[in-house]
């Protein structure tokens, strides 16, 4: 069973554009999680999909946004970079949602640059 | 809210050197307790979990047990190997309304033949 995809795997944008990261669960998983993980603020979570419905959100401002499809695959949108949004964005899927217990199986992250 | 505190490293070890990562927690509710380990250029993989209290988590000869009386859940190996060098990383679900992981700053080991 393939594991979960990011695309791309690195992004380098200057400040101020917006950027698009894609994340492919793994077949038959339903939520996606994102996560930005920094050196300075360690892992953070961002947003949870289930369904095509945004589950949870974390403590980021509004230029970060995203959506889940029918086929349960994601994508995260950063719009207005700034230079601290420079971080590994980490996607992972589980198979349910809301009980706690499943375990999530993260992809390998999109390496974001902002210069 | 929720939060996880952990040693932070980075620490070196001798290979089969005893582990122990420590992990504490706090929660207002009954959380579900993970070690999730990251392997340099890779993503987070689940080592071990704990969904209740008394709860022993273990894999790959790692082990970590949950504790509400003290709130913890430290790491344990009793002879680690150059291949266990990575970093290790305590985390918490709050087992209501979504999978949300709150995680630990991380540990980086490193492990020396």
């Known amino acids: 069973k393939a594991g979960v995809t990011q695309t791309p795997r690195y992004l380098i944008k200057t400040r101020g554009q917006q950027v698009t990261l894609s994340c492919s669960p793994i077949?038959?998983?339903?939520?996606v999680s994102w996560y930005q993980q920094t050196p300075g603020q360690g892992l953070q979570f961002l947003f949870e999909y289930f369904s095509e419905t945004q589950r949870n959100k974390g403590n980021f401002p509004g230029r970060f946004s995203g959506r889940q499809f029918s086929n349960s695959r994601s994508e995260m949108n950063v719009s207005t970079l700034e230079l601290g949004d420079s971080a590994l964005y980490l996607c992972?899927?589980?198979?349910?949602?809301?009980?706690?217990?499943?375990?999530?199986?993260f992809g390998p992250g999109t390496r974001l640059t902002v210069l | 809210g929720d939060s996880v505190t952990q040693m932070e490293g980075p620490v070196t070890l001798s290979e089969e050197a005893f582990l122990t990562i420590n992990c504490t927690y706090t929660?207002?509710?009954?959380?579900?307790l993970f070690w999730y380990v990251q392997y340099p250029g890779e993503g987070l993989q689940l080592l071990l979990k704990?969904?209740?209290?008394?709860d022993k988590g273990s894999n790959k000869g790692f082990e970590a047990t949950y504790r509400k009386e003290t709130t913890s859940f430290h790491l344990e190996k009793g002879s680690v190997q150059v291949s266990d060098s990575a970093v290790y990383f305590c985390?918490?679900?709050?087992?209501?309304?979504?999978?949300?992981?709150?995680f630990g700053k991380g540990m980086k080991l490193t492990v020396n033949p």
């Open positions: 929660a207002t509710g009954y959380p579900s």
């Open positions: 077949s038959g998983h339903r939520s």
């Open positions: 992972a899927s589980s198979l349910l949602s809301g009980t706690g217990l499943n375990e999530q199986f």
């Open positions: 985390a918490l679900s709050d087992q209501g309304g979504s999978e949300k992981l709150v």
């Open positions: 704990a969904t209740k209290a008394d």
